[in-house]
């Protein structure tokens, strides 16, 4: 089992929905990702926070909007999303150093209708 | 910017065959290397890393990587598969001082009983 935890699992929502997916950690964790993974394809950074701070963001629309309320969850608030934004969404945590691995959440699949 | 290059898609072996996948990256400075594996349905789970030192490093399941830095990769390796090897494999890389991971796109390997 993953010690990050993604709920839910699974999403359906309309292109005018407005839902969140959540992520939680207890490592101690103080560096927090999100990844966007389409199938066959690798995992590709969305945004990365250090410190409850945003410190990457690579180019994301504004239909995908991150929180980090505490050091142990990330959220990323979904709305007025596209077809193409249908993919496996992965959470991902770190201790806050460069050369430590990241430990990633079952992910959230999400569908858009 | 780092790219990761994994030129085996998709490998098909019999159990008890000897493996290697080939991963090689784009960067000149310091870097961090990872392979991660997904078996079908669950999270990346790290295999091994590298950071510095012995440039031969073994990870869980009897998993072992080289790093070759004159040669910019970071190759893969199992003396003998087992059918529970079947995954998907990718390589990744941190660089820079950027804490954020980047993969190669992966490679399917398939182990026949």
């Known amino acids: 089992d993953t010690e990050v935890t993604q709920t839910p699992k699974h999403l359906v929502m309309g292109m005018t929905n407005k839902k969140s997916l959540k992520c939680e950690q207890h490592?101690?964790?103080?560096?927090m990702y999100w990844y966007k993974q389409k199938a066959k394809k690798p995992p590709e950074l969305m945004f990365v926070?250090?410190?409850?701070?945003?410190?990457i963001n690579e180019s994301v629309p504004s239909r995908f909007s991150p929180e980090c309320p505490n050091s142990s969850l990330l959220n990323l608030h979904l709305h007025a999303l596209q077809p193409e934004d249908s993919a496996l969404y992965l959470c991902?945590?770190?201790?806050?150093?460069?050369?430590?691995?990241?430990?990633f959440g079952d992910g959230t699949r999400l569908s858009i209708l | 910017a780092q790219s990761v290059s994994q030129h085996n898609h998709h490998v098909i072996l019999s159990e008890a065959a000897s493996l290697e996948l080939g991963c090689n990256y784009s960067?000149?400075?310091?870097?961090?290397l990872f392979w991660y594996v997904q078996y079908p349905g669950q999270h990346l789970q790290l295999l091994l890393k590298?950071?510095?030192?012995?440039?031969l490093v073994k990870g869980i399941k009897g998993f072992e990587a080289e790093f070759i830095k004159s040669k910019f990769s970071f190759n893969l390796r199992k003396p003998s598969v087992q059918w529970s090897d079947t995954a998907e494999y990718f390589c990744?890389?941190?660089?820079?001082?950027?804490?954020?991971?980047?993969f190669g796109s992966g490679t399917r390997l398939q182990v026949q009983p």
């Open positions: 991902a945590s770190s201790q806050d150093s460069f050369n430590q691995p990241q430990h």
């Open positions: 490592m101690g964790h103080r560096a």
């Open positions: 926070y250090s410190y409850e701070k945003l410190s």
């Open positions: 960067y000149g400075g310091t870097v961090n």
């Open positions: 590298y950071f510095s030192g012995d440039p």
């Open positions: 990744a890389v941190n660089a820079g001082g950027r804490r954020a991971l980047t």
